[in-house]
């Protein structure tokens, strides 16, 4: 009898800890694949040779070739008019914001109608239609960008359809309009995605007050309805400017060095071993894109004292119940955006199924053929088609593993009511703002390359090194799916449990995690999705370690045989189309992302 109640009083000191010993753990986790990393590209940047100095940034704040004309402001010079004349080159750092700002421009000018149409209209397939909206959170933008180039390429299906009707062909690879396209194709969901979800908080009794007062539809818009949406449309914006602001894979596959923005510029210099300009460039990065999100931040927070309506505006029928020009034109101008949809969203993916099963005479396999048996690299093919794939799948389970736990643990502890949960809320989530260049360089560097620790110096393979960089881009998904489930469930049934002697870890077991299961579930596919396509840090890690990933296979192949890269495009649409497929059918119930 006594060894049975100290088994249990053991049982009991463990489920009353556990919770804590994985938070301790997750919280080395964290220190080690992120925090140490990113700490090593700051110091990177400020300890030259063994001594602080900030000679690196103000090296490239002067360089013209970084910031252009704004370069003699900070020599101490006045540029005059040189500064905005027309036709002055542009520095790195300005041309990456431009292209941002044109790529932000053409998201919202996607994604607005799309929220218009998902908020306001009611139709058969809209609930999937609004699911489809995850997808910049699961495409690997390595794939988008090969069905961009099967679709606007000298020989992609545009030019086909054209050469049909006797037109002139189109080549936009290399160009900044096909990268403006192919950021709006990952951006404008996420705009619509915010914006519908805004738009369906609108009040209508204030809408109908309005119109009761004389106000016509568009009046009632102008001064009722739009000024709730604008915090919704900016933050949109200020997300879309940060991620094309930092992009990466896109401009690397579709454009050259002409239209290189920082990141790619990073990773050449990474390639020339100047880690310390590297660093210094990812941080001014780094600095720029913070400050954006930061001033949106504090914007949203003075908007948030505005009450919202309970009431949504009622949804209309997709089909006119009259020929008046208010019923007609709404709906005309919705079928020409679907036409531009079709071609923005739907034709990149359709093309790069199409080219992967065709060859010059016709319907062939070819293209699948060679995946299987190229296992020989030479000079043009130094990445092995199967090899990568294998990678990836390893990559993807193994930084499933470390992700789920760690996800589900942050969902916990930022769901818990005491002081400082929005500190730790900020800590954890901050590998969402950080770029995948930043935390490559800083496993490079800290990690792969090697860690003294008490005068022993400890290596990490690269292949340990690739999951830690997917597991930290992997498990804010995870936190993102699992909390919301967590706040919303009754608090007595936990009270109940914790009353009748359950601790806190075995009520979280048995109650919490079994009623949040979809959203747990939903978190793991994310994480395993974004593994597969991770592209920003694993090019730098991959490198030395010649562990590559399908997506550094499919870059690989872009340039030099189309066909290949379509395949193998293909291959890693299937995994991530399971993926998703997961999300959909598992995680429908949660209001995550």
Known sequence: MSSTRSERTLRDRVERRILAVFGLITVG????????????????????????????????????????????LFAGEWPGWDLVRPGRNMGLVEFTAYQAVLSTLASLALGLPLAYLLARFEFRGRKTLRSLTILPFVLPSIMVAVGFVATFGSNGTVNEVLGLFGLGGIDMTGTLGIIIV????????LVARIVAASWETVDASAVETARSLGAGPFRAFRDVVAPQLYPAVLMSAALTFVFTFGTFPIVLALGDLSLATIEVWVNRLVGRLNYAEAAGLAIVELAISLSILYAYLRYEAKQSSQARGVRPLPRKSLRPTSRSPGELLPRTGLVAYSLIALVVFVAPILSMIYASLTGPTGFTLDHFQFLIERQTGGADFQVQPWPAIRNSLVFGFAALLVALPMGVTVAVLTTRKYRGRKLVDAVTMAPLAV???????????????????????????????????????????????????????????LESARSLGASRARALMDIELPLVWPGVIAGAAFAFAISIGEFSATIILAEGANQYTMPIAIERFIGRRLGPATAMGVVLLVVTSVSFVVIERLGGGYRGL
Do not use: C, K
């Open 29 to 72: 986790l964290l220190v080690g694949m992120f925090y140490y990393p990113v700490g090593t590209v700051f110091i990177e940047a400020i300890v030259v040779e063994g001594t602080a100095t900030v000679s690196v940034f103000l090296d490239i704040l002067r360089d013209p070739f970084y910031f252009g004309e704004f370069a003699r």
């Open 182 to 189: 192919a950021h709006a194709f990952y951006n404008a969901p």
């Open 435 to 493: 770029s995948g260049i930043i935390v490559g360089l800083g496993l490079l560097r800290g990690l792969v390359f090697g860690v003294e620790i008490a005068g022993y110096r400890i290596f990490v393979g690269g292949a340990i090194a690739i999951i830690a960089a997917h597991a930290v881009a992997g498990y804010p998904f995870v936190v993102r799916t699992v909390a919301p489930g967590l706040e919303q469930l009754d608090r007595q049934l």
